[in-house]
């Protein structure tokens, strides 16, 4: 008598690739593929073709085809979306396939190796997978890396990442109440308490809750607008990043907000020391000069936190800074022990 093929492992690829997987499910299957061979070899050898979609991702392909100024508008589109949907797959295959338990269970249970700068230092590091992380002042970050996952918890402050690719091992950066998934990239995050700002420079992202699985469907960035035009976007939504653009989350108000950066190096200029502003205001730039500031930096006069700044400043230069925006600037500098006072000044008006 010829033994039917038990299609068990159809039906856990089914669940594996639908738009959600259950944590108990996700669990299952990773005690199955340690504890039966016969299971794990005949779920591996199935789920070979489905993994082939990653063949359909080539970032150098796809930036060529979405810059040929001959193909029309609505291909360009059309090409974007499932591009952007092809990768979202491939992420979330990668990630369901490698990394079936629990973040944390005791087949997990390496310990997080802790990073930080103290404010006014920045320091990169390099990870045992070849990644490097190069963090800004005052910034905490955790990092895990074992043979299925590659993990980052990013507790404050801001860091670039350039991220070694690795299909069998992805890479995710905690964020709280959002996470960012992917297998080999770079980008720059920014952490405040209730917000934070990612903004990538090549490959593409998955940004997705952290309290859900990764699905193998995504919603793509609508192709096309300007680097003025910021778009809404759902925060509930699985959201497909790629290269060029920057995101913005408030949790406060659970706004998710997209805008393309024609001059995307600008936001990670900090790891070679330097800041640019081009008519941004006083105000703007004090906060930033307090990031690096051993001094509270402040504003004593209204009428000037509106001045326009076209400068360039290096963050370990902070006086020096100061001393150049006062010759600039319609304002006088007051510094004590622990504190410097901006004043507004009769010159210049």
């Known amino acids: 008598m010829t033994k039917l093929k038990d299609n068990s492992t159809d039906r856990d690829l089914a669940k594996l690739f639908s738009d959600h997987i259950s ?41 060529k085809l979405l810059n040929e100024d001959s193909l029309p508008a609505s291909k360009k589109r059309s ?25 944390g269970t005791s087949n997990q249970a390496e310990s997080l190796q802790r990073y930080a700068t103290r404010i006014g230092e920045q320091k990169t590091f390099s990870l045992s997978d070849g990644s490097t992380l190069t963090l800004n002042t ?45 297998l080999g990239t770079q980008f720059n995050i920014r952490k405040q308490p209730e917000s934070f700002t990612m903004a990538l420079v090549e490959g593409v992202v998955a940004l997705h809750n952290s309290d859900e699985p990764l699905s193998a469907t995504s919603t793509a960035i ?8 910021q778009i809404n976007l759902n925060p509930q939504s699985q959201q497909t990043i790629k290269a060029g653009w920057v995101v913005s989350y408030n949790q406060n108000n659970q706004t998710l907000l997209a805008q393309q950066d024609a001059d995307i190096s600008r936001r990670h200029a900090w790891t070679n020391g330097f800041i640019p502003f081009s008519g941004e205001s006083l105000v703007n730039l004090v906060n930033e000069l307090n990031r690096y500031s051993g001094k509270k930096i402040l504003i004593g006069d209204s ?27 319609p ?10 006072l901006i004043l507004g000044s009769d010159k210049n008006r």
């Open 303 to 329: 009428s000037i936190m509106d001045l326009q700044v076209y400068a360039g400043i290096r963050v370990d230069q902070i006086d020096q800074t100061l001393k150049a925006l006062e010759m600039t600037l």
């Open 138 to 182: 005052g910034t905490v970050l955790r990092v895990q890396i074992n043979d299925n996952f590659r993990k980052v918890i990013l507790d404050k402050g801001e860091a670039f990442f350039d991220i070694e690719k690795d299909e069998q091992r992805p890479f995710s950066v905690d964020l709280g109440e959002k996470t960012i998934s992917v």
């Open 331 to 340: 304002i006088r500098i007051e510094q004590d022990f622990d504190r410097v």
């Open 23 to 63: 944590k108990q499910d996700a669990g299952r299957i990773g005690q199955l593929m340690e504890s039966d061979s016969s299971y794990e070899a005949d779920f591996l050898r199935t789920s070979s073709a489905t993994l082939a979609a990653k063949d359909l991702i080539d970032d150098e392909d796809i930036r």
């Open 222 to 229: 609508p192709f096309g607008g300007t680097s003025e035009e």
């Open 79 to 103: 090409f974007w979306i499932s591009t952007g949907i092809a990768a979202a797959f491939l992420i979330a295959a990668t990630f369901a396939l490698q990394n079936f338990l629990p973040w």
